[in-house]
């Protein structure tokens, strides 16, 4: 079974450029996370879609980070502009239906803002 | 709001050890327990989780972990542990009303051959 799909693996770039990461989920898996980790920190959730609708983004800066899910399958977080506070890694992952069963991750984007 | 604890974000143990980590998390209400863990360069994996039933439950590559409902904990115990077991061990928590999987910071373990 193929796993999830992230690319790119590392990004850097410097503060107010744009960057785009892209994840491809299981296929089938309904619902697609995107979490952002700090280092030293637990993953941070980001956006939470169900099919192409966003269920929760209560914790995406909206300002500067926009995600979507075109047709339900695979997904891209977007942040324009970068700031020096943004180097993480975004992992993306997937699970069947979001009712709170095991979630399958991506290997992650490792961004540094410079 | 919920919160997950984990008491130690780096433990050092030798091969052989008997290994313990601690969670704790806070909400009052019907919860789903899980531990994930990162092995070096890979992704994070499922390593057990908690929805009902005995708490005490069994995960893969020797691990259990036991939910203590009255102390909001979900210890992470292993008996032996090996060169292998090198990792970063997370600890979350989902709340049965939402589903919203809340994180702890992370244990990083590393065993010294």
């Known amino acids: 079974e193929a796993g999830v799909a992230q690319s790119p693996r590392y990004k850097i770039i410097e503060k107010r450029q744009s960057v785009a990461f892209w994840c491809n989920p299981i296929?089938?898996?309904?619902?697609l996370y995107w979490y952002q980790q700090i280092l030293g920190q637990g993953p941070k959730l980001l956006i939470q879609?169900?099919?192409?609708?966003?269920?929760?983004d209560s914790q995406l800066p909206k300002d500067r980070f926009s995600a979507e899910r075109l047709k339900g399958v695979d997904s891209t977080l977007k942040i324009q502009p970068a700031k020096l506070e943004d180097s993480a890694v975004y992992l993306c992952?997937?699970?069947?239906?979001?009712?709170?069963?095991?979630?399958?991750f991506g290997s992650g984007t490792q961004l540094s803002v410079l | 709001a919920q919160s997950v604890s984990q008491h130690n974000h780096h433990v050092i143990l030798s091969e052989a050890a008997s290994l313990e980590l601690g969670c704790n998390y806070s909400y009052g209400g019907t919860v789903n327990l899980f531990w994930y863990v990162q092995y070096p360069g890979q992704h994070l994996q499922l390593l057990l989780k908690y929805f009902s039933g005995d708490p005490l439950v069994k995960g893969i590559k020797g691990f259990e972990a036991e939910f203590i409902k009255s102390k909001f904990s979900f210890n992470l115990r292993k008996p032996s542990v090996q060169w292998s077991d090198t990792a970063e061990y997370f600890c979350a928590v989902n709340a049965r009303s939402n589903y919203q999987l809340i994180w702890g910071a992370g244990t990083k373990l590393i065993i010294k051959p």
């Open positions: 296929s089938g898996h309904a619902t």
């Open positions: 879609f169900q099919n192409n609708g966003v269920v929760d």
């Open positions: 992952a997937s699970s069947l239906s979001g009712t709170g069963e095991k979630l399958f």
